[in-house]
């Protein structure tokens, strides 16, 4: 960024470092309405293996009432467990939203302080339009 802006790589730093701080959420105000909750794995080798590379993340994204992208937020996540999904629903999600997900069995424990509709898994293509 600095070579590409023409400033210095301090500059660049601390430019990177407002703008990730600008973009960090503040938890004040939780998704309500239409919300689609996913986890899923990033990085290491292609394919369904879980090696030690690979990330697991969990993520939450609201909808417009038109089906558009209001908001996004994904979180690092140890594993797929109730426990470890249950920190997003905390911190981004309200308990009043519709949330839609698919049926694995982690949001199962969630769905009692939620309104969480399980849908079939379809190969990994729920939320593809």
């Given amino acids: ?23 960090k959420s503040s938890e004040a105000n939780p998704m309500d309405g239409n919300v689609h909750v996913d986890e899923f794995v990033v990085g290491g080798k ?9 990330k697991k993340v969990g993520c939450a994204l609201q909808l417009t009432g038109d089906g558009k992208v209001r ?3 994904s979180l690092k996540i140890k594993d797929f467990s109730s426990e470890s999904l249950s920190v997003i629903f905390e911190k981004h999600i ?10 694995w069995r982690g949001y ?19 939320f593809n339009k």
């Fill in 71 to 73: 908001r996004f937020y």
């Fill in 108 to 126: 199962g424990f969630i769905s009692k302080n939620y309104q969480i509709k399980q849908i079939p898994f379809n190969k990994g293509l729920n």
């Fill in 1 to 23: 960024m600095a070579v590409r802006y023409g400033v210095s790589e301090n500059i660049a730093s601390l430019f990177m470092h407002k703008i990730r701080e600008g973009m």
């Fill in 94 to 103: 309200s308990a009043q939203a519709n949330i839609t997900t698919d049926e």
């Fill in 46 to 54: 292609p394919g369904r293996s879980y090696d030690s590379k690979k």
